[in-house]
């Protein structure tokens, strides 16, 4: 039983206060009580009972001015503790007045302002000096905190300024396991519990991350050969990246971190033409720890059915995979469990630091194919919380790591338990935990997930810690890696409710990029929620090539839709910059923040550079499986990969960084899945070898969230003209690697600056008269045709005349034989375009 804690307010001992269900009263800090405006009476007596004391409450004049998101529905009150907030935090605590109200205490605001001065400058984790290691982990609330090693249960001394317990062993330490014992109050457990819990700042587990390992990251056994000498691809600027986003399974199910490093396989020589042509970075889906995947192959169940065998319009192979779906080797792995610890799942042996090795092979390996490395991480929300074995954080510090709801419970709007990164030692892991991988692993960047619910102030700090990282004292040049994310305005801490969120507007001029679904939409067509999958945009037909839903509305709408697309694309292709200013296809004199995307402005970018352009990612359908659903019944195999390279060049050809999913280039299918996250290899596997299809009519897509789409889906499973064969597909990554190659070598691609995309960009025939279907941009020497007509069309840019200008060499002696029969009259300045072609022209 544990032992009462020293009274807080006079010497008597009391009775632990109840355990109520909800926390609607938040102690802010150590002196600042926030009270709902509703809650009891406000005239009556209000105090914070402890299980040592009571502290008595009152009203604060003026509000909660410090606190403008609660001042408004929250009174506040003032307490004084007297020095004994401290020993009150280390039990229940609960608000009530004497006409009965009971409530729980949210505490994260109080724990900050009495500890994060002091802990935010703590090394957390294992830390060596001289061959001896340090572990200490942050737990101010808890009661005690014993050190479990190999075995054995050492003490551990609390440091009373910022709640951090340490220990210091000897060198024998390393490589051993060991697990926190947190004594501590749970208030969703309603009593002291001691939780055995991994260290939330792990650097290497024991498989399935049963225990964390004392490991030392500059220990020469873990570094490849020539690691510390390691020379990466030149780093380019983030507005002319070209990234590919790849999945590790899905690259080859079974070669984890290795297959990176067998630069034979056709995986590697895929990603090596890719790098020959211009991309520049790899974006890895998560790799660190994460929840729902068996570490040990022994372990990983596998399909028990001969899929193959199957129709291709058949529910059963979803069927049997979602029998072992929680049991086999895939997930995308956005469940995350340890930040700084690579996925195990990946590692030949998961059962130690082994992990760690094989990663770094995997950067060399990259490297070595011309590829930087950029990380996707996952640090706005946690696997689970509370007392959930899954739970790491929230079973160390119970109720400070989770944004917390005014009632007190664990918002979820990501998905799963929310974190609170504006809290401030959430904040210093992500950036300590950032700053290890890029130090330790020679990580390039990174790509945060649904990076609008953090703070833009915890972004930045990320960004200034990378800044401050050196070649000649870190290894890395923290000033090269990129950053970029989902920059979503949605949840809880939507319209900056909280605080100023990452969200795309708030980013625009810090040199962190958001994903811009502006031009995706536009590009594809619809949304990633309609009913009806067919709306068409301008890749996809809309006006040009009508498929027959009615949801594409009537033949004028579909028309006023189109044009309205063109616009969104004109602001994609310049960056997605707000004050770019063009005539926009009513003929008005707009700026790109005037261009109306669903309610919001189009155009948000302050700099290319702070908008990242897409046409598919992992989420939703492929762009292949997309336009599968779009195109007219009946378009040739020959003129969906057209349409596929099409839209690729929308979002390659603009101004800023572009991201294509791995695969995308190989016309690269789910079988019409929308969100694979874990619908296991046999529908997220890539196709390297185009003999083996391209993953189109492997069954029906798993129910789970596809059912409501199989009445559109079965008939198109079952049409093997959809499935591809090794001519359309090899055509269109050969185009695609092409206009890589014009992308990436063509400077007026890179401006700096909106200023120099001003003066150098223009839509010379965008207009009231402009053609449906066909996109014109001059930039510089360099004129683009984007036609998304099924026919060939003609652009006169009367302008141009008597201006000498030729297909681009690339493409003129490139793969595709189309592309070359178009043509410029330099006698009256018209571009003659073929059906479903991007086609750049060169002044000579």
């Not at 409450?57 to 401290?86: C, N, V, W």
């Not at 890589?740 to 223009?762: M, N």
Request: aromatic residues 8%.
């Amino acid at each position: 039983m544990a032992m009462a804690l020293p009274t807080a307010g006079t010497g008597m001992a009391h009775a632990a206060p109840p355990n109520p269900p909800h926390a609607k009263v938040q102690w802010l800090d150590r002196t600042t009580v926030a009270w709902p405006k509703n809650l009891g009476n406000p005239t009556r007596p209000h105090r914070l009972v402890h299980d040592t004391g009571t502290f008595h409450l009152t009203p604060l004049p003026g509000g909660l001015t410090r606190y403008p998101r609660l001042a408004a529905t929250h009174d506040a009150f003032r307490l004084d503790a007297h020095g004994k907030e401290r020993t009150a935090l280390r039990g229940p605590l609960v608000a009530e007045t004497d006409d009965g109200v009971v409530t729980g205490v949210q505490i994260p605001g109080v724990l900050d302002d009495l500890y994060a001065s002091a802990a935010g400058k703590a090394r957390l984790g294992p830390v060596f000096q001289r061959g001896r290691p340090t572990l200490s982990v942050w737990a101010p609330t808890a009661r005690r905190v014993a050190l479990e090693l190999d075995g054995r249960t050492l003490p551990m001394r609390r440091d009373d300024a910022s709640g951090v317990w340490s220990a210091t062993g000897s060198r024998d330490w390393a490589g051993k396991p060991y697990r926190y014992a947190v004594t501590v109050w749970a208030p969703s457990a309603g009593k002291v519990v001691t939780n055995h819990v991994t260290d939330p700042y792990s650097t290497a587990l024991t498989a399935d991350s049963a225990r964390s390992l004392v490991t030392d990251l500059a220990d020469p056994a873990l570094a490849p050969a020539g690691w510390q000498r390691l020379r990466k691809p030149r780093a380019v600027p983030l507005r002319d990246a070209q990234i590919q986003e790849l999945h590790v399974r899905d690259f080859a199910a079974s070669g984890g971190y290795r297959a990176f490093t067998d630069h034979a396989s056709p995986g590697m020589r895929h990603l090596k033409s890719l790098a020959d042509a211009g991309t520049s970075y790899v974006h890895l889906l998560p790799v660190f720890d994460f929840a729902t995947a068996p570490e040990r192959r022994a372990d990983q169940a596998t399909p028990p059915c001969d899929l193959a065998l199957l129709p291709a319009d058949s529910d059963e192979q979803q069927k049997c995979v979602a029998r072992t779906a929680a049991r086999d080797a895939y997930n995308w792995g956005y469940d995350p469990l340890h930040y700084t610890v690579p996925e195990g799942s990946y590692a030949s042996e998961p059962d130690g630091p082994r992990r760690t090795l094989e990663f770094r092979r995997m950067v060399r390996g990259l490297a070595d194919a011309g590829l930087r490395t950029v990380m996707d991480v996952v640090y706005n929300h946690t696997a689970a919380s509370g007392q959930d074995d899954k739970s790491v954080l929230d079973r160390i510090v119970p109720g400070y790591y989770h944004r917390l709801l005014d009632d007190g419970t664990v918002a979820t709007s990501t998905c799963c338990a929310n974190t609170a990164p504006e809290h401030a030692m959430m904040g210093k892991l992500v950036v300590d935990s950032v700053v290890t991988w890029a130090r330790e692993y020679k990580v390039d960047g990174f790509r945060f997930d649904l990076m609008g619910h953090h703070p833009k102030a915890n972004v930045l700090a990320v960004r200034k810690a990378l800044d401050a990282l050196t070649p000649a004292r870190d290894g890395v040049d923290g000033k090269a890696v990129v950053l970029y994310g989902e920059g979503w305005n949605f949840g809880e801490v939507a319209n900056d409710a909280r605080f100023v969120q990452a969200t795309q507007k708030n980013m625009a001029g810090t040199g962190i990029a958001t994903f811009s679904d502006r031009s995706r939409d536009a590009i594809r067509g619809g949304g990633p929620f309609d009913a009806d999958p067919r709306v068409q945009g301008f890749a996809s037909g809309l006006f040009t090539a009508p498929n027959g839903s009615p949801a594409n509305g009537s033949h004028a709408e579909q028309r006023t839709r189109l044009l309205h697309a063109q616009d969104l694309i004109k602001v994609g292709l310049t960056g997605n910059l707000a004050d770019y200013r063009f005539t926009d296809s009513t003929g008005r004199q707009v700026r790109g923040a005037d261009v109306d995307y669903n309610g919001s402005p189009a155009g948000y970018a302050a700099a290319p550079g702070d908008a990242l352009s897409y046409a598919d990612a992992h989420d939703n359908e492929t762009l292949y499986d997309a336009l599968a659903y779009k195109l007219p019944p009946g378009t040739p195999a020959a003129e969906r990969a057209r349409a596929q390279v099409l839209a690729m060049a929308a979002a390659a050809l603009s101004q800023g960084p572009a991201l294509s999913q791995a695969g995308t280039d190989l016309l690269r299918s789910k079988s019409l899945d929308r969100n694979s996250y874990d619908s296991g290899d046999w529908f997220n596997a890539i196709h390297w070898n185009c003999a083996d299809g391209n993953g189109f009519g492997r069954g029906l897509p798993p129910a789970r969230d596809n059912a409501d789409k199989w009445p559109y889906a079965r008939p198109l499973l079952a049409d093997p003209a959809l499935r591809p064969g090794c001519g359309p597909i090899t055509a269109a990554s050969a185009a695609y690697r092409d206009l890589l190659r014009i992308r990436t070598t063509e400077k007026a691609f890179g401006k700096p600056t909106t200023e120099a995309v001003q003066r150098a960009l223009s839509f010379p025939l965008s207009g009231a008269d402009e053609t449906p279907g066909v996109i014109t941009m001059r930039l510089d020497d360099l004129v683009v045709v984007l036609n998304a007509a099924p026919d060939t069309r003609t652009q006169r840019v009367g302008a141009l005349a008597g201006t000498g200008y030729a297909l681009h060499p690339v493409q003129a002696r490139g793969s595709d034989p189309v592309v070359t029969s178009a043509s410029y009259d330099a006698g009256t300045g018209t571009f003659t375009v073929p059906g479903r072609t991007a086609a750049v022209f060169r002044r000579g």
